[in-house]
């Protein structure tokens, strides 16, 4: 099992203090785990990833929620614009933050020039320690907006459409039918989008490794990364493991809320 | 009232499609330029002359070709096996209850919420361990079994009206049989739809490539081009831009003729 061994293995992994090449794994107990609550870097890491996640998954549950009241329509104008949102969802991460670093190029990029249309001074992105974290968040709203929208229109269409009917004779106004129908009756999705929104943050990467590197002044350095970085860099297996079931920790609290939702919802049906 | 929504929505038509879109616009035009065209702000729109050999020093700047056909061959590995393993435990957690049956499912559950971003050092070690790394084995077994299909699958078998089961069964046929002459055929829309998924998934994968791999040989064409900026020191952008079009062209061209199978792919592993 690719899964469940590892798990197990990383576990025992976290108790030991082990460099990759040394034939010996030294047993040092829990001293993995002082390590990184007293390191301010890991410390920081975790909540930059805390932050990250919030923000990101946040933002974009709220304007693809917008999205999706918008474009779930029939008509070629609504498909077409649902294809160009989700698009970014299938090209490769690598791709995107790629793009989006040539963008967001603080001399030469594009979104300088848009800022400048617009009179605003221009922002150094990803070079500075204020906004970096920012770009990121930009950059996989972007990216994960259009699934997410797709998903609620799945929602929508699957609320009764007598709901509405009743309400359009009561002249309910637009923001009471969003906030005592719409809303309500969407729980489940919100909910679904939620857990694997945030699990997904948890996990960012790819962004992180090609667009900062955890910098400047490691600013937007997150849990996978670090992880990364002290095993592969710098071969403190032990202590990245510690990291690891730490990431592992906040995943199963997520996932298990999740378990518990779905319980629920099968019994309710 | 409706007169004045119909611009606004024509406006938001317009904002939306042009956040969404103009990046890969703006990818292919700056693949496209010369290095000192990419060096001017305001930005110049279209290249005055067109660079193709931006195509040419980008795919020369690594092994292009290699990383080229390492993608085709992991993504297709994967899938294949992934088919030849989901096939049968799909079929079996459709339509029997076996001893274990319980924990292995919980097993599948739970592989399907632990993400590879989690578990990427301790299989490393162990990969290392068996002297696997840089050869294809790390890149393709840990994805040989999909929880994800396996689940997709179980869910449209068990839509399969149980009497053309007990027909065939009448008529001799082994348990084998019915599975790839009958319940293949009739799931072909979920497979298709969960092939689609997976091959694009792989095809974009970057971390695990990154982390399985130190060589060129086996490194699949996300890390290539993600190598190519930090050998162009992140300069260089028509080039890196050229390379990007070489990863993203192929999804693209999918994306273009499956539109809707593809969204359906990746929706149904959200609604399930």
Redesign the interface.
Known sequence: ???????F??FY?SFTSWD?VSPEKTFVGLENYKELIHSPDFLQTLSNTLFYTVLTVGISLVLSLF?AL?LNRKGN?YR????????????????I???????M?P????L??VL?LFGMPPSKWLADTSSAIYSLVLVSV?KIL??NT??FI?GLQSIPKEVYEAAALDQTPWWRKLTRITIPMLSPTIF??LI?NT?NSF?V??TV??MTQGGPANSTNML?FF??QN??DFFK?GY??AA?VI??LF?GIV?IF?FLFLAKKVHYR | MRKILKPVEWIGIAIVSLIFLFPFVWMMLTSLKSIDETTVFPPKWIPSSIHWENFVQAWSSGPFLAYLINSIFVSLAILVLQFITAVPAAYAFARYRFKGYKILFGFTLIALMIPPQITFLPVFIQMSGWNLINTYIPLILPYAASAFGIFLLRQSFMQVPEEILEAARLDQASEWKIMWKIMVPMARPVLVTFGLFSFIYHWNDYFWPLVMTNQDVVRTLPVGIAALKASEGGVAWNIVMAGNMILVIPILIIFFFAQRQIIRAFVYSGVK
Do not use: K
């Not at chain 1, 099992?1 to 798990?7: N, R, T």
């Not at chain 1, 614009?81 to 299938?90: D, E, K, T, V």
């Not at chain 1, 001399?107 to 594009?110: A, D, N, P, V, W």
């Open positions: 099992m690719f899964f469940i061994y590892p798990i293995y990383m992994l990759l999205l918008w104008r077409f614009l649902q294809g160009a949102i989700f698009s970014p969802h299938i090209i490769s991460l690598v791709s933050s790629l793009l989006w670093m040539w963008m190029d001399q030469y990029g594009l300088n020039w400048s972007w259009g699934y797709l998903i799945a679904f989008l694997i699990v996990q990467f790819d490794q090609i996978v992880i990364y095993g592969f297996i990245a493991s690891g990431l592992l995943v996932t999740h």
